[in-house]
Structures are given as structure tokens and as C-alpha cells.
């Protein structure tokens, strides 16, 4: 058990729907990021928040989005949803950006598996 | 740009013996850190192992080792006495530690079955 906690585990919608996906980090971890594995896209990184901030952003679509709230857990937010929308979204968290490389280290959530039928 | 090549999409191993998972990277930061995640079945990540550019020793945690040969760029993972329970898929993976950015970029993956 990585420490980092995310809900649904399964969702299920369809086509032009919206859904939201919560994370909880580690206890202590200021960061948090988020990953979309797909069959044709591999793992690839979406959005980083650092203690309520946008830290980065990698291949998020524009209907998506996400936040990280004063409790620092992080919501991903995903609409008019596609079919190739289907992936399995990883939440991943880390203590920040202090400390040497070590304290980067990002701990995986058990991942929520969106189908859009 | 940052990348990972991993070029075996599988790998047999019998139980018990040893296997290796080559890894390949590509980056311009001198600063960097590679990562080792397996990943089974349920679909969990699971951390294996770490080794940072300026390491001067191979990672070692149990039964995984990298195998970091950085003038060829490579960050093999070598699991010794393989077991069943290590049958899923593996992803290296790397972050560089200069550009401010603190994704990590994935390979695609090496499948490994362990038989009896």
C-alpha cells in the first residue's frame, strides 16, 4: 500500500459525460501528479500540483482539468468525454520539491479505470 | 527531449533463474534520476528501485539491481532468482532534475512471464 488513495476505483459512462476522479496523497507529500495509461498512449504524465499550485503540465487535453485543494488532495476533472478517453488514470504523490532526488520519489495510488461506452 | 526506450515488449524467464530488462534513455540534463515500476496484473505501480545520475554504485533493493552504465545510457533491471510473483509488466522511467519539470516519462514496457 503506496500510502496514496484514489476513488472510483472503476467508473463507467458515456460518450459527452463529465466525471470527476479524486486523489489523496501520502500523508506529508505537497505533490501531486497525474498519469493517463492507455493501450495506444503507454503511460504519459498529465498535470503536477505543488501545494495547491499547477506545477506542470504534460498531454492534457483541453477538456481536462484538474486542482489540488487546501487539504491537498487533487481532483481530475474530465469532460465531453471520448472514447478514447478509456484509460486507466494513475494519481501519483511526492514530498515536493525540497530535498535531494530521493525525496522526489513519486508513489503510485492504485489507479481509477475509466470505460466511456 | 527526454526518453525511454525499452526494447523487449516480452521476456521468458523459468522460475529461479536470473533476468534482465534493458532500458535505454536519452537526455541532455546531466541531472536526472531512473526509475524501475512494475506494474501486475491488478494494475497497481509498484516502486522497484532508484538510481540517480551521480550514483557512483549500481542500485541494489533485494532481488532487483540496475545495472547503470551511463556513457551508453542504459539502466538495465536485473531481478535474480525470479519468481512467480514477479510475472507482470515493467516500466522504466525518468525524471530529470534540472529543467524544473518533475514528471516522470515512461518506457512502453517489457512484459515478463516467469514459468515453473
Known amino acids: 500500500d503506496s500510502g496514496v488513495t484514489q476513488t472510483p476505483k472503476h467508473l463507467i459512462t458515456a460518450t459527452g459525460q463529465r466525471v470527476t476522479l479524486r486523489c489523496s496523497p501520502r500523508?506529508?507529500?505537497?505533490?501531486v501528479y497525474w498519469y493517463q495509461q492507455s493501450l495506444d498512449q503507454g503511460l504519459q504524465f498529465l498535470i503536477q500540483?505543488?501545494?495547491?499550485?499547477?506545477?506542470a503540465k504534460g498531454n492534457i487535453l483541453e477538456r481536462f482539468s484538474a486542482q489540488q485543494f487546501p487539504d491537498l488532495h487533487s481532483e481530475l476533472n474530465l469532460s465531453s468525454l471520448e472514447l478514447g478517453d478509456s484509460a486507466l488514470y494513475f494519481c501519483?504523490?511526492?514530498?515536493?520539491?525540497?530535498?535531494?532526488?530521493?525525496?522526489?520519489?513519486?508513489?503510485f495510488g492504485p489507479g481509477t479505470r475509466l470505460t466511456v461506452l | 527531449a527526454q526518453k525511454i526506450t525499452q526494447t523487449q515488449p516480452g521476456m521468458f524467464v523459468q522460475e529461479k533463474e536470473a533476468v534482465t530488462l534493458d532500458c535505454t534513455y536519452d537526455?541532455?540534463?546531466?541531472?536526472?534520476?531512473l526509475f524501475w515500476y512494475k506494474q501486475p496484473s491488478s494494475g497497481e505501480m509498484i516502486f522497484l528501485i532508484y538510481?540517480?545520475?551521480?550514483?557512483?554504485q549500481n542500485a541494489t533493493e533485494g532481488r532487483y539491481s540496475l545495472n547503470f552504465q551511463k556513457a551508453r545510457k542504459s539502466a538495465n533491471l536485473v531481478i535474480s532468482a525470479s519468481q512467480l510473483g514477479d510475472s507482470a509488466m515493467y516500466f522504466c522511467?525518468?525524471?530529470?532534475?534540472?529543467?524544473?519539470?518533475?514528471?516522470?516519462?515512461f518506457g512502453t514496457g517489457t512484459r515478463l512471464l516467469v514459468s515453473p
Open positions: 500540483y505543488y501545494n495547491g499550485e499547477e506545477r
Open positions: 501519483a504523490s511526492s514530498v515536493g520539491l525540497a530535498g535531494g532526488p530521493r525525496d522526489n520519489e513519486q508513489f
Open positions: 537526455t541532455s540534463d546531466p541531472s536526472y534520476g
Open positions: 500523508s506529508g507529500d505537497l505533490s
Open positions: 538510481q540517480g545520475s551521480y550514483d557512483q
Open positions: 522511467a525518468m525524471r530529470e532534475y534540472n529543467t524544473g519539470f518533475q514528471k516522470l516519462v
